[in-house]
Structure formats: C-alpha cells, structure tokens
C-alpha cells in the first residue's frame, strides 16, 4: 500500500503527558499537512511543510504543539503537557501538487484521559 | 478569509433515489474546490475538484458537482443513491490566493448522508 500511514492509529494518555505522533506521506509528495478533527465537525488546519520547511502554521496550534520534517519525509507532531481538549483525530495529509487534492491518512485517535 | 457553508448537516434518501448534497463557498478570488467522504472508522477520501477549467466536475463512484460562480455554490450530486454511498461528506474550499493560508483546505461542518433500502 504506497497511501499516507499515520503511527499510532490510537493512544490514550494522562493529563500532563507528551504525545508523538509519526506520518508517512506518499513518496513522491513533497508537500505534507496536519489537521485534527473532532467529533462532529470538520477537520481544521494546523500546520503545512514543503519538503523539509514548515511554511505555514495556525492559530490553533498553541506553543505545546511542535512539528518537524527533518529530512522532507516523515513528520512528527508533538503535543506537550497534554490537555483534555486535546482530545481529537490527528490527520495529516500529503500532495504533490496544491490543486490536486491532498491524500488523507487514517488518522490517530487522542484520548486524554 | 475563504469559508464554507454546508447548508444541511443530514440528508436522508432511498435507495435509488438522487442524491443532492449542497455547499456554499465563499473565497475572495478563484478558488479550488473538492468533495471528501468519510466512511465510519475510514480516512477521508477525496472525491472529485474543481481547479477552474470545466464547471461540471465527475468524480469516483457516479458523483459529480457543479461549480456556479454567480451563485457561490458548489452542490454534490449523484442520480441514484446505493447503500455503500452512507457516509459523511465534506465540501471544501482552497483559496491560491489567501496569501499565507493558500496551502490549507477549508472543511465545512459535513452532511451525513443516510440511504434507507
């Protein structure tokens, strides 16, 4: 399967803990996203790199949040002293070009317990 | 700033019977536009876009969409509804010339589709 993989698919953790999250976008994409979504609603933008640079970032990402593309391949995405409003599905997203559509993976599920 | 407007949060049909799914944008120039469906327990797949050349856009599984300019509308569409079509549908805008936002998409809220046999 060449599709976008997300690691772990799941994770429940304690108030105050770190999380990271991996994502594995297609190969030949350049371009990866994050969104998180919850329940009910639509999936809202958090951040954008191309390649290895992270171009754009939104508000909604808060100083807890950091995300990195080190070598323009995978990306992380870590959540600091975590929050019960964390609680969401991480998705994150890749493309190779921006007006073709960005390929979703299957998200990771947060409980923050 | 670019926005989208699902105007029904549910929409319930028989089967084989048409499907219309509406969506209102609003973008401050040319926009590119797309349908996403989520199955439950499944990521989001992308159905159809429209990136300014034909109004009438055909995507996967017999759906098509129309993008209307005058009207900022951009309604989902499929002329007989199967069983499998049961999901939740999102329309979404991307406005290139948004300045710093003009990689992000913009989800509306969804319509969750129910098809009764």
């Known amino acids: 399967d060449t599709g976008v993989s997300q690691d772990p698919r799941h994770k429940i953790t304690k108030r105050g803990q770190n999380v990271t999250f991996r994502c594995d976008p297609i190969s030949e994409h350049n371009r990866l996203y994050w969104y998180r979504q919850t329940l009910g609603q639509g999936p809202e933008f958090l951040t954008y790199?191309?390649?290895?640079?992270?171009?754009?970032k939104s508000r909604l990402l808060s100083d807890r949040f950091s995300a990195e593309r080190p070598k323009g391949s995978f990306s992380t995405l870590e959540i600091q002293r975590t929050e019960q409003g964390d609680s969401a599905m991480y998705l994150c997203?890749?493309?190779?070009?921006?007006?073709?559509?960005?390929?979703f993976g299957p998200g990771t599920r947060l409980t923050v317990l | 700033a670019q926005s989208v407007t699902q105007l029904d949060s549910h929409v319930s049909v028989s089967e084989g019977t048409p499907v219309l799914l509406r969506c209102n944008y609003s973008s401050s120039y040319s926009p590119s536009l797309f349908w996403y469906v989520q199955h439950p327990n499944k990521g989001l797949q992308l159905l159809l876009k429209?990136?300014?050349?034909?109004?009438l856009v055909k995507g996967i599984n017999g759906f098509e969409a129309e993008f209307k300019k005058s009207e900022t509308s951009f309604h989902l569409t499929k002329p007989s509804a199967h069983m499998s079509d049961a999901a939740e549908y999102f329309c979404v805008v991307r406005d290139p010339y948004s300045g710093a936002g003009s990689y992000q998409l913009t989800f509306g809220k969804g319509t969750k589709l129910s098809v009764i046999p």
């Open positions: 997203a890749s493309s190779h070009d921006a007006n073709r559509g960005q390929f």
């Open positions: 790199f191309q390649n290895e640079a992270q171009l754009e």
């Open positions: 429209y990136t300014s050349a034909a109004t």
